[in-house]
């Protein structure tokens, strides 16, 4: 009864309005719900008077279910893209319109995403002039619909300067027209100052290697001289005298011969290290 009351009622619509009207309507059969477009309209004899109403009707569940799993994907889209700290863009550059650029450009670039999205040319506002014309050059290529990856600085409203990477991906049409570009950008700065850090901590151990290695050069060449009147006199010692020594001297003197060479050892290991580091 309900069902039919709303029919009657979309009749006396159009017999009332004399128009044609269309409806959307879900309808319950059997405890299942269906989606129905539906379109009526007066009809008329030869002097114009309604003599009845003529309609078509079909079902739209699908689309309808269709639509909704669409909506409910874009919805969760959104949702990722607004909450990720990476940059993403839509532009059209057919209208020159940004079509689509998530909040996270103002976290990166400091400014309002109301400043792009009605200007999205002041986007070069922000890009350091030293990188402006690698920028455009990119910008060209992709106009082309060549994909392209970049990285450039950018310049903030509080002067602070930032490293942005780019990947651009241009979509073509069958008529080979970019119709649109999408793309993300990545705050790099963090990497980049850690890169900067890295190599700075290279440089500075290469210093101070260079710098042990000519001490371990000069150390073993100025050690070489008294170490070899120490084991000169010392062996005079050990071939004449050692005889003639109380057992406690002859012992002394071993030990002192022993260390002499040992010594030998760790200078010629210091002049091996000098001269394979420095090759």
């Known amino acids: 009864p309900e069902q039919g009351a709303l029919l009657e009622a979309h009749d006396r619509e159009v017999l009332d309005s004399g128009q044609r009207v269309t409806h959307e309507r879900t309808y319950s059969f059997g405890g299942n719900e269906r989606v129905f477009l539906s379109t009526k309209a007066p009809l008329r004899d030869a002097d114009g008077a309604i003599i009845g109403i003529i309609g078509v009707s079909h079902e739209i569940t699908e689309r309808k279910h269709f639509e909704a799993q669409l909506q409910r994907s874009e919805e969760r889209f959104r949702e990722m893209a607004e909450n990720v700290s990476d940059v993403f863009y839509n532009y ?3 209208a020159r319109r940004m079509l689509y650029m998530n909040p996270a450009f103002e976290r990166v670039f400091g400014r309002p995403l109301a400043e792009i999205r009605d200007n999205p040319h002041a986007y070069m506002d922000c890009v350091h002039p030293d990188d402006i014309e690698a920028v455009l050059a990119a910008f ?13 600085r950018i310049l903030r409203p509080d002067g602070e300067v930032r490293w942005v990477h780019q990947h651009a991906e241009p979509i073509v049409a069958a008529d080979r027209r970019v119709e649109r570009i999408v793309g993300s950008m990545r705050d790099t700065t963090a990497r980049k100052l850690a890169d900067a850090r890295l190599r700075q901590s290279l440089t500075d151990l290469d210093q101070r290697n260079k710098e042990l290695r000519e001490f371990a050069f000069v150390a073993s060449h100025d ?42 050892v760790l200078i010629d290991d210091l002049l091996e290290y000098s001269r394979i580091n420095t090759a």
Do not use: T
């Not at 060209?140 to 450039?152: P, T, V, Y």
């Open 92 to 94: 059209d550059p057919v």
């Open 140 to 152: 060209d290529a992709q106009l082309r619909g060549e994909r392209n990856s970049s990285e450039f």
């Open 223 to 264: 050690l070489q001289e008294p170490l070899r009147k120490i084991r000169a006199f010392s062996e005079l010692v050990v071939s004449r005298y050692r005889e003639a020594l109380p057992e406690p001297g002859r012992d002394y003197l071993d030990r002192m011969h022993q260390a002499a060479g040992r010594m030998q």
